[in-house]
């Protein structure tokens, strides 16, 4: 009964920011773009007037008889020749217009297109490229964001980008994810300015709004990694995503254990207690510390050895894992993790996946 209250009350302050247009979501909805210097940006900006000035020259040039120089007298068999149209091309984009002065000599009209023109250019990149740009930016930010709703499926979103969402993300990309398949949900600025300066898609809101959600396509999402500030926020994150993520695969971490059957309730597929795993590490290091160093080797999948899982290969089914080449720490069958030395799992079989420990400086 109270967590059909709540589920309606998460739904009744859904803002629907999806059903916004997508011009009105660029501040909330960010995606990375690659660094570009000034310096290209300006020699784009040459080329792309360049491109402008040629085709008009050409469109004038085409229809060349239909043009008359105001110098001499009209003659179908004189028409214009390819400099009159490039200065004719030349003066009407610099918008200069026509005066009481003209260059008239082929000489002076070569000067003014070589000269002339390539000023007029820059000084419009100057004077009007940057409130182009600004105009400009988020219409592409629009359409990017478009684009990105209507191909983002089977990612990841870190609700929460605080140090256990940033040490996540870091995993995640030590193991070999793509950063682009990794969408950041935080109402902390500062904490979504450093997620996109990873190179991550960031969403700013409270992930409790399901639009919020929405926005980070966790409906289409594959996992969903719950790392937020307070354990309250984690309860309601991890139910709110998976109404809208049934299928999604769902880790939360809470400071307490208390609080531990809440997340599952909620739909958490897989639990973290932070504060309970960081002291039972602080109590091994006071007599053992070397073990504490190779825990945190174990858990950086980029360097030394890592615990990773892996299929059973057709030669390995009928076979003890504790016989195996590899140092077997696991088998998940069924979806359900069983420890190496039970009776049940000491002949393996078609679809059991490994747990085991494998050299990252040796696959590398």
């Known amino acids: 009964m109270a967590k059909g209250r709540l589920r309606r009350r998460l739904a009744a302050i859904d803002s629907n920011l999806t059903s916004r247009p997508d011009a009105a979501l660029v501040d909330v909805l960010r995606i990375p773009e690659p660094f570009v210097s000034p310096a290209r940006k300006i020699f784009m900006r040459v080329l792309y007037a360049l491109g402008a000035l040629f085709a008009a020259v050409l469109i004038v040039y085409a229809d060349r008889y239909g043009y008359r120089d105001n110098d001499s007298a009209p003659d179908v068999n004189n028409p214009l020749s390819f400099l009159d149209c490039l200065y004719y091309a030349t003066v009407s984009l610099s918008t200069t217009g026509y005066g009481d002065i003209t260059p008239y000599t082929d000489s002076a009209r070569l000067v003014n297109v070589i000269v002339i023109t390539p000023l007029r250019v820059a000084f419009l990149i100057v004077l009007i490229g940057t409130t182009v740009e600004t105009l400009t930016t988020q219409s592409r930010q629009a359409l990017k964001i478009q684009r990105w709703r209507n191909k983002v499926r089977n990612h990841t979103v870190v609700v929460g980008y605080g140090t256990k969402g940033r040490t996540a993300v870091a995993a995640m990309v030590g193991d070999e994810v793509s950063p682009a398949d990794i969408v950041v949900v935080d109402e902390n600025a500062a904490a979504l300015e450093r997620a996109k300066a990873a190179g991550l898609v960031t969403v700013h ?66 639990t973290v207690v932070s504060s309970e795993t960081a002291g039972r590490l602080l109590g091994i290091a006071t007599q053992t510390p070397s073990v504490v160093e190779m825990m945190e080797d174990l858990l950086t999948p980029d360097a030394g050895f890592a615990i990773a899982e892996r299929e059973v290969t057709p030669k390995e089914e009928g076979g003890s894992p504790r016989h195996l080449h590899d140092i077997v720490l696991g088998v998940v069958r069924g979806g359900r993790l069983v420890r190496v030395d039970a009776p049940e799992v000491d002949a393996l079989e078609a679809g059991d996946r490994l747990l085991y420990i494998r050299s990252a400086d040796a696959e590398r």
């Open 205 to 270: 809101g409270d992930a409790t709004n399901s639009g919020v959600l929405r926005l980070a396509g966790a409906q289409h999402a594959r996992s969903i990694i719950v790392a937020a500030d307070n354990d309250a926020s984690a309860v309601l994150v991890t139910l709110t995503a998976r109404e809208l993520a049934p299928k999604a695969k769902i880790i939360a971490a809470v400071r307490e254990s208390d609080n531990l059957h809440l997340l599952k309730q909620s739909g958490a597929d897989s």
